[in-house]
């Protein structure tokens, strides 16, 4: 049988899987790097995000941001994301942890863990997730001594990881959300993609955002953008890739794109190549997507979505569990004081950096100190009150 048969079959081994990515990861890195969207965070003389590095986003829908996390930083982020992949339960719903201790995290309403089976592709050519991964990817064969699930995703980052919490105040970072949509950015969610080697399941091609494609004022930036921080390599073979440009251009047909390929290696896809303590920043508009992990490296990839807040007042819609909500003034209001929470973590962990004046809560600091009483009073389960355009 033929690797590009044994793919449509789902017989695939994990190395013949690799094998076959291999001239596709070699092109789009060099793709990726030709485009030049990536460096330090820069400012201009008014202290303002640099006004190239946002061109640059705007044009190619992504930009890599340098070593925004130092040594010191990266450590305590992966030592918290271990220890809370560490009290996961074996199994989804499982009341035991991999090593049979009693599982972590069951204090919180919504339950931090989400599992999938080992390279599989949970979500493409299903209706989860709205339907927006129309096309499956491959899923190849995990070796034999795979476990039964991996976790693929951690979600509420920053009432599990107080690391998280503190990088979520980071000023560049809030600069950055800043330029981008406008000094009353509202938040989206934070979670962590976990993808193990060997083992990482695929999130198939997409666009995200729901609610406003055919809104009259529709634009680039109408459904916000993620930061995603690197906390180890993002290669060619374990990385998100995005079809550059493609969050200008409206619902793109994904099925046909991955029909022009005959695979679904997509024709000009570049691969988000980053460095451990890199923050990417991603249109959530881009059709972008990963492969099943059959690499032998890790990627763990913190995620932390902002919207403007415009496109968010007074929408109503259903969340990925299909609960309505609407977004009041009182709600994004709650939400938002997150924001100064984080930034009140890092101001009292960083204190030689200069701190984040978050417009819509200036004046207001005093009421979001961080704090042993605001982490029980306003940050436990604060992500029930995500909000999902
Ligand atoms: O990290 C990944 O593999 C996928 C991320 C993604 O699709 C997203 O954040 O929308």
Redesign the pocket.
């Known amino acids: 049988m033929t690797i590009e048969a044994a793919i449509k079959a789902d017989t695939v081994s994990a190395a013949d899987h690799a094998a076959t990515m291999r001239d596709y990861l070699r092109d789009g890195e060099a793709r990726a790097y030709a485009l030049e969207n990536r460096g330090p965070i820069r400012y201009d003389a008014s202290g303002k995000l640099h006004p190239d590095i946002l061109e640059a986003y705007w044009k190619h829908g992504f930009y890599v941001f340098e070593q925004v996390v130092g040594p010191d930083e990266l450590s305590e982020l992966r030592a918290d994301v271990d220890r809370v992949i560490a009290g996961a339960p074996a199994v989804p719903d499982g009341d035991v942890t991999r090593d049979g201790r009693p599982v972590e995290g069951r204090e919180f309403k919504k339950t931090p863990y989400r599992y999938a089976k080992p390279l599989s592709d949970p979500y493409g050519g299903t209706d989860k997730n709205k339907g927006r991964h129309p096309v499956a990817m491959t899923g190849p064969k995990p070796d034999d001594d795979a476990p039964e699930w991996t976790v693929q995703l951690l979600d509420g980052n920053l009432h599990l990881m107080d690391s998280c919490l503190r990088l979520y105040g980071h000023p560049g970072l809030m600069a950055i959300a800043e330029a981008i949509n406008g000094a009353d950015f509202v938040p989206y969610n934070e979670?962590a993609?976990i993808?193990e080697p060997g083992l990482?399941p695929?999130?198939a091609w997409?666009q995200?955002g729901t609610t406003h494609w055919d809104a009259p004022d529709w634009e680039q930036g109408a459904h916000g953008f993620?930061f995603?921080t690197q906390l180890y390599a993002s290669t060619p073979a374990n990385?998100?890739w995005m079809l550059p440009g493609s969050h200008k251009l409206g619902k793109i047909d994904i099925k046909q794109l991955v029909a022009d390929a005959g695979s679904e290696r997509i024709d000009s896809a570049v691969p988000l190549v980053c460095q451990p303590g890199d923050t990417m920043v991603?249109n959530?508009q881009c059709v972008?997507?990963?492969f099943a992990n059959t690499s032998p490296d890790r990627?763990v990839?913190l995620?932390a979505?902002f919207f403007p807040r415009k496109r968010v007042v007074g929408v109503t819609t259903s969340n990925l569990t299909d609960v309505v909500h609407t977004y009041t003034e009182e709600r994004i209001g709650d939400r938002c004081r997150i924001i100064a929470l984080g930034i009140d973590a890092r101001a009292q962990k960083f204190p030689e950096e200069v701190r984040y004046v978050y417009q819509p809560l200036a004046g207001q600091e005093d009421q979001a100190r961080w704090s042993e009483e605001t982490r029980a009073s306003v940050l436990k389960n604060y992500n029930l009150l995500d909000m999902y355009i």
């Open positions: 979670v993609f993808k990482g695929s999130i997409h995200d993620n995603m990385c998100v991603l959530r972008h997507g990963s990627r990839t995620n979505g």
